[in-house]
């Protein structure tokens, strides 16, 4: 699986958008990119996952790059609940998945 | 509800004495896993099985073993417990474990294991 890489922290305001970037420079034409939240120390929570087109559910709004080589989780009007560890992965099976670090995202009133 | 139960979700036990953590997840899926997550090192996979009586090792499976008896079961057994297995540890499942973009993990709510 191509490595992705996150900034370990992020800030946001509560009801303003976060977008969390992810780099994938190295992924392959059939990996899709996952994205996974863990709130505390409870179990990952799957958010969306998309291959080339931006993909958008009830949570998060996925967008590519063209190119694939990164990629931004948008979580559209933050709130405090928001507060978690998001991973960003790239990987062809969406169950053999390596969790990263992962970025930190404070969501501050 | 659609669920993952881990049980138990906390222990305190001392060396070599065996343990069982027992997964079951009530939505049919093919495919279940362990992960050990410890600070500073990310959660990484124990063991996982791609189906009934199908298990393999995943990233870090020394020290412990796994039965896939049934569907919804996936046990994890730590046959002589060291400090080193203290940790969070994860069940998950998803409906199929093979195939380009195979769905969603289904994560349960964790078990943390203390061995003095």
């Known amino acids: 699986d191509a490595k992705t890489t996150q900034p370990t922290s992020m800030d946001c305001a509560e009801g303003r958008a976060a977008n969390l970037p992810c780099n994938h420079s190295t992924i392959s034409g059939n990996e899709y990119v996952y994205w996974y939240r863990q709130i505390h120390s409870q179990g990952p929570q799957y958010i969306i996952h998309g291959l080339k087109n931006n993909e958008t559910n009830e949570m998060a709004s996925l967008i590519i790059t063209e190119d694939r080589k990164s990629s931004t989780l948008i979580l559209p009007h933050a709130t405090l609940r928001d507060t978690a560890v998001y991973y960003c992965i790239a990987s062809t099976s969406g169950s053999r998945l390596t969790f990263g670090e992962g970025t930190q995202l404070t969501v501050n009133p | 509800e659609a669920q993952v139960t881990q049980n138990p979700r906390y222990l305190i036990t001392v060396t070599g004495k065996k343990l069982t953590v027992t997964c079951s997840q009530n939505m049919n899926h093919e495919y279940m896993s362990w992960y050990r997550q410890d600070p500073g090192l990310g959660l990484r996979q124990i063991y996982y099985?791609?189906?009934?009586?199908?298990?393999d090792k995943g990233d870090v499976p020394e020290g412990y073993k796994v039965s896939r008896k049934e569907k919804r079961n996936f046990p994890l057994i730590l046959e002589s417990p060291s400090p080193n297995q203290t940790s969070l540890y994860f069940c998950a499942s998803s409906l199929r474990g093979s195939g380009i973009g195979t769905g969603e993990l289904f994560f349960g709510e964790g078990s943390r294991l203390t061995v003095l």
């Open positions: 099985s791609m189906n009934v009586e199908v298990t």
